[in-house]
């Protein structure tokens, strides 16, 4: 009888203390801006699910999109502490951390997107890299959306048409410097609340690539799109050390080879949504798409690049210079 119950005990013993020997799951909490149908939203799913399947579950990746969780320039703070493991936010977010990466927000910097794969790529990208590595994060991937376009509520189609507009920017120097040279009024607000700020005139115009701009229902409240291709908008998708340092050598070479397949994903998908989203905006009848000149676009330019010497201090020339050479 003794026996009987000294068992018994044992195993109610066993079931308590069970749970509490399980692996609990990692959980990598992914935060960004935009629609799950942009580039990043469908690289972030895809990212999602690699690792997921890969790990058996014992990775969880949790997408917050439509900046459910946190906005952009709100998502630093969460990150370096570790309440949020990975984020992808533009260049242009990171400019208090690490200015350096307003480079890719350089105007007419690149001739299109592999002349930025090549920058990004090459020594130039790994300098990018190993300025936010200085602070608590590890930059693990450039993913693209693609290049900017102007939209306002009538035709941009030469400098003079900017002046006075108020340009929703996002938080970054170059810029601010950028829309100021053609006379225009930069006002920084996060990508949450350029919808209404358009649709209330507490700004004019954007900048947007058309999948942002389709899929946040822009064209509802721009009654013109320019594309103008004069900037280029891409993320650096980050961690922070912290969580980096906390996995073991094989999950973290499980994320980095996820990350790189979804890197691919992504980037491929970017130049196919600039197509189909293009037509979407013509579709849609609301708003009118304007191409620029040969002739037009040499005089956005010439205006444009005579910025960067503003900039040769806090992101440096050699890294301009860099990037430039990389075009030839
Ligand atoms: C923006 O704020 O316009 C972009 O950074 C949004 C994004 O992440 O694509």
Same mark, same amino acid.
């Given at each position: 009888?003794?026996?009987?119950?000294?068992?018994?005990?044992?195993?109610?013993?066993?079931?308590? !203390?069970?749970?509490?020997?399980?692996?609990?799951?990692? !959980?990598?909490?992914?935060?960004?801006?935009?629609?799950?149908?942009?580039?990043?939203?469908?690289?972030?799913?895809?990212?999602?699910?690699?690792?997921?399947?890969?790990?058996?579950?014992?990775?969880?990746?949790?997408?917050?999109?439509?900046?459910?969780?946190?906005?952009?320039?709100?998502?630093?703070?969460?990150?370096?502490?570790? @309440?949020?493991?990975?984020?992808?936010?533009?260049?242009?977010?990171?400019?208090?951390?690490?200015?350096?990466?307003?480079?890719?927000?350089?105007?007419?910097?690149?001739?299109?997107?592999?002349?930025?794969?090549?920058?990004?790529?090459?020594?130039?990208?790994?300098?990018?890299?190993?300025?936010?590595?200085?602070?608590?994060?590890?930059?693990?991937?450039?993913?693209?959306?693609?290049?900017?376009?102007?939209?306002?509520?009538?035709?941009?189609?030469?400098?003079?048409?900017?002046?006075?507009?108020?340009?929703?920017?996002?938080?970054?120097?170059?810029?601010?410097?950028?829309?100021?040279?053609?006379?225009?009024?930069?006002?920084?607000?996060?990508?949450?609340?350029?919808?209404?700020?358009?649709?209330?005139?507490?700004?004019?115009?954007?900048?947007?690539?058309?999948?942002?701009?389709?899929?946040?229902?822009?064209?509802?409240?721009?009654?013109?799109?320019?594309?103008?291709?004069?900037?280029?908008?891409?993320?650096? !998708?980050?961690?922070?050390? $912290?969580?980096?340092?906390?996995?073991?050598?094989?999950?973290?070479?499980?994320?980095?080879?996820?990350?790189?397949?979804?890197?691919?994903?992504?980037?491929?998908?970017?130049?196919? $949504?600039?197509?189909?989203?293009?037509?979407?905006?013509?579709?849609?009848?609301?708003?009118?798409?304007?191409?620029?000149?040969?002739?037009?676009?040499?005089?956005?330019? @010439?205006?444009?690049?005579?910025?960067?010497?503003?900039?040769?201090?806090?992101?440096?020339?050699?890294?301009?210079?860099?990037?430039?050479?990389?075009?030839?």
């Amino acid at each position: 009888r003794h026996l009987k119950l000294l068992m018994i005990s044992l195993v109610v013993l066993l079931l308590a !203390v069970a749970p509490a020997f399980a692996k609990k799951p990692v !959980v990598i909490k992914f935060s960004h801006v935009v629609a799950v149908d942009t580039p990043k939203g469908q690289a972030a799913e895809f990212f999602k699910k690699l690792v997921e399947e890969r790990s058996k579950g014992d990775i969880i990746v949790e997408v917050y999109p439509n900046s459910s969780l946190f906005n952009d320039n709100d998502v630093m703070t969460p990150l370096m502490t570790n @309440a949020v493991q990975m984020a992808a936010p533009s260049f242009s977010k990171f400019t208090k951390f690490a200015p350096q990466l307003q480079l890719v927000d350089l105007p007419f910097l690149f001739d299109d997107a592999d002349h930025l794969h090549r920058v990004l790529e090459g020594n130039v990208g790994q300098q990018l890299k190993d300025a936010v590595g200085k602070k608590a994060l590890v930059g693990l991937s450039f993913w693209d959306s693609g290049f900017k376009q102007f939209s306002a509520n009538k035709p941009i189609l030469v400098p003079e048409d900017a002046a006075g507009l108020k340009f929703r920017i996002m938080s970054s120097k170059v810029l601010e410097e950028q829309f100021k040279v053609v006379g225009a009024n930069p006002q920084v607000l996060p990508f949450s609340e350029v919808y209404s700020a358009l649709q209330q005139g507490v700004v004019d115009a954007a900048e947007n690539p058309l999948s942002n701009f389709y899929t946040k229902k822009f064209h509802e409240v721009q009654t013109d799109l320019t594309l103008s291709n004069h900037g280029y908008l891409g993320y650096l !998708v980050v961690t922070n050390k $912290m969580f980096w340092k906390s996995l073991d050598d094989q999950q973290r070479e499980l994320i980095t080879q996820a990350m790189k397949e979804a890197t691919v994903y992504g980037n491929k998908l970017a130049l196919d $949504m600039d197509i189909t989203y293009l037509e979407k905006v013509k579709e849609s009848g609301k708003t009118a798409v304007h191409e620029l000149t040969p002739a037009q676009r040499k005089l956005w330019k @010439a205006k444009m690049v005579a910025i960067y010497p503003e900039f040769y201090d806090t992101i440096g020339k050699d890294l301009i210079d860099g990037a430039i050479a990389e075009g030839k």
